[in-house]
Structure formats: C-alpha cells, structure tokens
C-alpha cells in the first residue's frame, strides 16, 4: 500500500504483489473459485442443452404442430372424465383437413401395447407398434433410409405394409436389406416397404424402437385388445399462425360433435410448443438447483478470500498505520483490501469462464446436446466471483480500517 489517498490502480497492482508473493496460497483460492465458477457454468449450460435436447425430441419436428386427442396429457382436469370422452374416429379426419388454415394431417392409433419382432434367428428389443397416414414422416421430419414409407393408395387399401424404425432395423437385418422381405407383425404377414432414419433420441435406442402401419391395417389387425388410443396431429398451413388454426379446429371439432355453446370441449388441442414450454419449465427448475448447489464450491472459495485477507492485514499492519498517519482515510484501506480481495476471485472467475467453456463445449458434443453458452449467465458468473471477494473480504477490510494507526505504527 503506497502512502495517502486511494489509487485504484495501486489498490490492483498490490493485489497482483499478493498473488506473486504468496503464490500457493493465492494459487489454491483462484483455483477454487475458478472450479466453482467453471461447475457453474457447465452445469448451467449442460442443463440447457438437455432441456433444447428433450424439446427437440418431443417436439420431433422442424415446425410446430398441434396434437389432438382425448387427454393433452399436460395435467388439469378430471382424468376419468378424460377416459370417458369419444374417441378421435376416422370420420373426423375430413372436417379437419378442410378446416381453414389447416397443412398436413396424421391420423395415429395405438393400443398401448409392445411387442417383440423375430425373423430368422435374430429378433428385436421391445418394440412399440402403431397405425399412422402416410403423412407420419413429413409431419415428424422425420427421413426415409431405406424404400419408401406407405402411401394414400396403401392406407385406403389396408395394406399390410411396414416401415421399420432405425431400432428393429438394425437389430432383425444386420447388414442386410429389409425392404420386401415379411414379418409376422400382429400375428399377420406384413411387408417391409421402408425403413427410417435414426432420430438419436435422447432416451437412445428406444427412441427408434419402433414399426408403423397404415391406421387402417392397424385398426383391422390390432385393435383387438381392449384398450385404443386415436390421435390427430397437424401442422398450420403457410400464412396461418398455430393459434389460429387450433381456434379454427376447436370450432370444427364441436360443431361435428354438436356440442352446445355451454358444454365443454370433450378433446383436447395441445401445441407443440406448450409441450416445450412444459419441459424449459421443469428443466429450468433443475438448472436453478443444481446451480445453487454448485454455487457452495464458490462460498468455500469466499472463506478462502477470507483467510488470505486477514493474513495480508496482519503481514503489513505497520503499512497500514504508515499510510493512515500520512492521511488515508479509513474508507481508503477498506476499499484497498476490499479491491485486493476482488481481483483476486475476479482473476478465478475469468478463469472459470474460459474453462468452463470449453467444458461445456465438450459435454454437449459429448452427448450430443445443443450447445450455447448464455452471455448473461456468463456476465453473471464474473460478476458474482468479485462479490465472494467483496462480501468475504469485508471482514478482514473493516479490521484493517478500524486499525489504531500509533498502535499499528508500534507493530514490527
């Protein structure tokens, strides 16, 4: 500490002379606070990208779709009374496709039941087996590998054909081509016509673990077991936004169930952005926990600043009454060891930023989640390191204002 008045300057060069002349002790406080600062970080970041990844694989589509069907499946409401609504049939499909503002519609049916594919010696995990339109893939953005998916013609005939999901795929012709060869889906023969891409879903390989058929084969062939489930998804047409065309298809679909203006809806429309709304705010939720609970790495590094601080004081009490005895006023030494104590964990914050970048970086790649680094968490991360200096630093700052300069002068 020079002489007088405050230099600011001074104030961080001698924190520099600090980190210098004790460099264990200074070395083993802005590793801990960048470690913290980098935990914070990836966490954060991580947490992003599995909520980005999770809404990508829900949404499962380059644009926003509506999904109609008897239970949303976003909570609220009486779930019996939601078991008790008529199904979506197939008469319905028409009205909906001529409704205003209306692009692609995907009739889909399931019974709620798995199911494991053989042929020849190989066999498949547990599949999930469901009925669909031809216009699944284009709805879905999801591609084509191999042949060809069902088409109008295949649906209108009931057809039995299948598309193969990447999962059974790999797992029944392994280096083979499926396309023409029959499986016994259902107890019936169908014919492998096509087989899709690998989604890379978040949940691996069961995102793939999949056949689909024409609904109407479906219906003919596996709507046996007691329990069904009709759905209907649909994307807006160009030029119409999604809450337009969910008010428009509301207004189709009571008007076919003639539903009184006082009853209520008996389906539910849902948008695929609500689902992503859904998963940010969960998500969201774990990413504030858990960067709480990273936080702590950062309060540990505080009692370290702490330490440091309060030895520094003592190690240059005598300079201290110097300086006040010149003229510093006490609000000058509060601020020079509040200036040293944040340089000090600024030094470990700016550290932990470019660490926990690239951290970050290689987690998401490594687990093929979408990468992006907020600059206000960023922002934030620094900000909050000098404050753990600062708040931290206050004790041993107000210790060595309050200092009797003769009694400091007399200290050797």
């Given amino acids: 500490m020079n002489s007088g008045r405050l230099d600011y ?23 801990g606070v960048s470690i913290g600062v980098t ?50 049939m197939p008469e ?5 496709e001529a409704t205003e503002g209306v692009g692609l519609v ?10 494991v594919l053989n042929y020849g010696k190989e066999r498949t995990n547990f599949v999930q087996g469901f009925g669909s339109s031809q216009n699944f893939p284009f709805l879905f953005s999801i591609g084509v590998e191999e042949g060809r998916f069902f088409t109008a013609e295949d649906v209108s005939a009931s057809a039995r054909v299948a598309v193969l999901g990447y999962g059974p795929r790999e797992d029944l012709f392994p280096g083979r081509d499926p396309i023409g060869h029959t499986l016994r889906i259902f107890g019936k023969p169908y014919v492998v016509v096509g087989t899709m891409a690998a989604r890379r879903h978040i949940v691996g390989a069961m995102g793939d673990n999949y056949v689909c058929v024409p609904w109407t084969t479906f219906t003919k062939d596996a709507l046996n077991t007691g329990f069904e489930d009709r759905n209907v998804a649909l994307t807006a047409a160009d030029g119409f936004t999604t809450d337009e065309v969910m008010s ?9 169930r003639r539903l009184r203006p006082d009853q209520a809806n008996d389906f539910d429309i849902i948008s695929s952005e609500t689902y992503g709304e859904l998963i940010d705010k969960v998500t969201g939720g774990v990413a504030l926990v858990l960067v709480v609970l990273s936080s702590i790495g950062l309060l540990v590094g505080g009692i370290g600043v702490m330490n440091i601080m309060l030895i520094s004081v003592a190690e240059r009490t ?11 006023r006490r609000q000058d030494i509060l601020l020079q060891v509040l200036i040293e104590a944040g340089t000090l964990t600024g030094i470990g914050g700016l550290i932990g930023i ?12 490594l687990l093929r989640f979408p990468f992006a680094v907020s600059p206000w968490v960023t922002i934030g991360a620094a900000a909050f390191s000098v404050s753990i200096g600062i708040f931290f630093g206050l004790y041993p700052a107000n210790k060595a204002a309050r200092m009797n300069p003769i009694v400091a002068l007399g200290r050797e």
């Fill in 9 to 31: 300057k001074d104030a961080v060069r001698q924190a520099l002379r600090t980190i210098v002349g004790h460099r264990m002790r200074s070395s083993l406080l802005i590793l």
């Fill in 248 to 256: 428009n298809v509301t207004g189709t679909l009571r008007r076919e």
């Fill in 318 to 328: 005598r300079e201290i009454g110097v300086r006040m005895a010149v003229g510093a």
């Fill in 92 to 96: 319905l499909i028409a009205p909906i």
């Fill in 106 to 115: 995907d009739y889909q049916v399931s019974n709620g039941r798995g199911m």
């Fill in 354 to 365: 470019v660490t926990g970048y690239f951290a970050s970086w290689g987690m998401t790649h």
């Fill in 39 to 88: 935990t914070l970080l990836a966490i954060y970041t991580i947490v992003s990208g599995l909520s980005g990844r999770i809404r990508d694989d829900v949404v499962s589509s380059s644009r926003p779709y509506l999904y109609v069907s008897r239970d949303g499946g976003v909570g609220g409401g009486d779930p019996l009374e939601k078991l008790r609504r008529p199904h979506l």
